[in-house]
């Protein structure tokens, strides 16, 4: 899952940027309102985690242009200003949820999961399909009930298939939620991770579209 | 400001003074209406028995019925003609006065009941005409009454027309008393000075501008507060997310992802202590600025020196060569830690943004009454735009290289503020960064 964390302060930047890889994002950071914009209108994330006191151009300010592009990305507000009008402001410009620093971490990440499963369109907190279970919350993968050891990028290349069965995704765009831009990107990464979560559970469960991507087919 | 408790209400005391007097002076006027009136009954009472004496004086007094001197209500008049040779010609009856008197007024005392007394003689007779003066008395104190009763009706009426007035005049204080007694704690809006009598109304001028200094105070006070409260959140977050890093290194056993995120949360706790005492810094410059302290001369050349001296290893821990350029003695008024403090967050500011192996100079020079504190720097320097926003609170400028608490430069400008400093920013021409620099006017 590819997480935009837009954050002007490099202490709470680092360790967050820290905090997100290890539990598996592809995070890109940026520290100001028009580079996170920029960011915003080149790629699309999976979700952003937005401060709003941002040098530039206000964080307020680049959620209501996310929401005029008609982007739909879940946005998660991680702000200093607690005020209630504060807070209205902030959804009203289109947030998903809003965090008050100085927030609890692991709240913020159950609140990041439970963003993009609700923007999944799933109810429960684990991703089933076929047999398979992957819980976000947890990083525990199961095929019939028994625990799968599953590396980081399969992870990654598996959990946003099983999120939305019957979609089918590029390469280009397994890519993109796979790794950030730091990231160095070898051409066949998704074919070699796609081929080792194939042998852990089973060939059937990503089907390849031959020339077009991958999906995990509807049950 | 208690209005009653103290005894001191303006109300009470004129209701009190101006009744009293009421009083007084209606009981005075009673009185001398009375006597008065009293004095008149006489008059016209000894009148009446001259009147009715000279008219008997003439006539046949054997013709006249007693009864026609007698109103019937004890009010009759006694009365005994002698002729000239003495003998008695009438005698009223139940008369028990004495066979002879003076002539004119007399009064006479017989057998416990007292009588005045007119007499009159010609060459025929004498007459004698007397009043019972227990009667006569009181039928005077009843004339002297009816006279006099009005008054008593009123004063009344005037204590109430007075206490009236005086409530009307008072109502203005009164509701003035009632706007304050209702208003929120925080409330510190004007009071309406429209309809305060001429004696209030500068008072109640005087109240609105004192209003108008606190709640400035206060909200300078609210928002400094709001704001190192928004300020603080940063550096608790990063503190937090430090712990949470470190509680997962230890987890997972890395040595150097461990040390790594020691080394984070120690930085992450000074950030936040320096930001603390930043605040704390330019709290207490301002409240000095409103305590007024009187102002001694400060040598600004040895200023200069123990604050070089003090950020000294800072300066070569990164390589900066820091110097004085300029050392003219210059001795200033003002406050010597306060200085010393505006200069230390200036010298701060020069080494932080500076590059390593960059330059700062100090410089000190005076030209006539105006004496010159300049620090510059070979750092980015701040664009022309930023320039009067860097001087507010928590303002940072974007991209700087170095985060500092945003305080720096609005402790610098309250300072210089309680000098009668001016506070210039400007690029340095020699060393590309900023220079600040400072102009008191020089102790002559």
Request: glycine content about 8%.
């Amino acid at each position: 899952m590819r997480l935009l964390l837009v954050e002007d302060d490099p202490m709470i930047g680092e360790t967050l940027l820290d905090v997100l890889r290890a539990e598996h994002y592809a995070v890109d950071w940026v520290k100001d309102g028009e580079v996170a914009d920029m960011a915003l209108r080149a790629q699309q994330y999976d979700l952003v985690l937005l401060d709003l006191g941002l040098p530039r151009r206000d964080g307020l300010e680049v959620l209501r242009q996310l929401r005029a592009r008609r982007q739909q990305m879940p946005v998660l507000v991680a702000t200093a200003r607690d005020a209630v009008e504060d807070r209205v402001a902030g959804l009203d410009a289109g947030a998903d949820d809003y965090v008050l620093k100085p927030y609890d971490i692991d709240e913020l990440l159950a609140r990041i999961r439970a963003l993009i499963r609700r923007h999944a369109g799933a109810i429960e907190p684990v991703f089933s399909h076929h047999g398979v279970a992957l819980n976000p919350a947890t990083r525990e993968a199961t095929r019939d009930g028994v625990p799968v050891s599953l590396s980081a990028r399969e992870w990654a290349v598996l959990e946003p298939l099983l999120a939305r069965p019957g979609v089918l995704f590029s390469r280009a765009q397994l890519e993109e939620k796979m790794f950030s831009w730091k990231d160095e990107v070898s051409s066949n990464a998704v074919e070699v991770y796609i081929h080792g979560v194939r042998k852990k559970l089973g060939s059937e469960l990503i089907q390849t579209v031959r020339g077009l991507g991958y999906m995990v087919p509807k049950e | 400001m208690s209005l009653g408790a103290s005894g001191h209400s303006l109300k009470g005391r004129l209701l009190a003074f101006l009744l009293a007097a009421v009083l007084l002076v209606t009981l005075m006027l009673a009185a001398t209406s009375y006597r008065g009136a009293l004095r008149e009954a006489d008059a016209m009472f000894d009148h009446y028995l001259q009147q009715t004496a000279n008219s008997l004086r003439g006539a046949a007094p054997l013709g006249i019925a007693p009864e026609a001197f007698d109103s019937g209500d004890g009010f009759e008049l006694y009365i005994q003609i002698w002729g000239p040779d003495g003998v008695q010609l009438y005698r009223s009856a139940r008369s028990a006065l004495p066979p002879r008197a003076v002539l004119g007024f007399s009064d006479v005392r017989v057998e416990g009941s007292r009588y005045r007394v007119y007499s009159v003689q010609n060459r025929f007779q004498t007459v004698q005409i007397a009043q019972d003066m227990d009667a006569r008395e009181a039928r005077a104190r009843a004339m002297a009454w009816r006279a006099t009763w009005p008054l008593a009706l009123m004063a009344p009426l005037l204590m109430l027309a007075v206490a009236w007035v005086i409530r009307r005049s008072l109502a203005p204080v009164q509701r003035m008393r009632r706007q304050v007694a209702s208003r929120a704690a925080d409330d510190l809006s004007p009071l309406e000075t429209q309809g305060l009598p001429d004696e209030v109304r500068p008072l109640v001028q005087e109240l609105n501008l004192l209003f108008d200094r606190v709640q400035r105070a206060f909200e300078a006070q609210k928002s400094f507060v709001a704001d190192a409260a928004h300020e603080l959140r940063s550096p608790l977050t990063a503190l937090k997310l430090q712990a949470h890093a470190l509680g997962r290194a230890d987890r997972t056993g890395d040595e150097a992802t461990r040390e790594a995120a020691v080394q984070r949360l120690n930085q992450g706790i000074d950030r936040a202590i320096a930001l603390v005492e930043q605040m704390l810094v330019l709290a207490r410059q301002e409240a000095q600025a409103g305590q007024g302290q009187p102002a001694q001369p400060v040598d600004l050349q040895a200023l200069v020196r123990d604050g070089i001296t003090a950020v000294l290893p800072q300066a070569q821990a990164r390589g900066i060569d820091l110097g004085v350029l300029e050392g003219d003695p210059v001795v200033v008024p003002g406050h010597p830690d306060s200085l010393a403090v505006l200069l230390r967050n200036l010298l701060d500011n020069a080494i932080k943004y500076s590059p390593a192996q960059g330059q700062v100079d100090v410089g000190l020079h005076q030209q006539g009454s105006v004496a010159s504190l300049v620090v510059e720097d070979s750092g980015p320097g701040i664009p022309e735009a930023e320039r009067t926003r860097v001087l507010d609170r928590f303002y940072r400028v974007p991209d700087a290289p170095a985060r500092g608490s945003g305080l720096g430069l609005a402790i610098v400008k309250t300072i210089a503020d309680q000098h009668g400093a001016t506070l210039l920013l400007g690029a340095s021409e020699r060393l590309g960064g900023l220079r600040v620099e400072l102009q008191f006017r020089a102790a002559t």
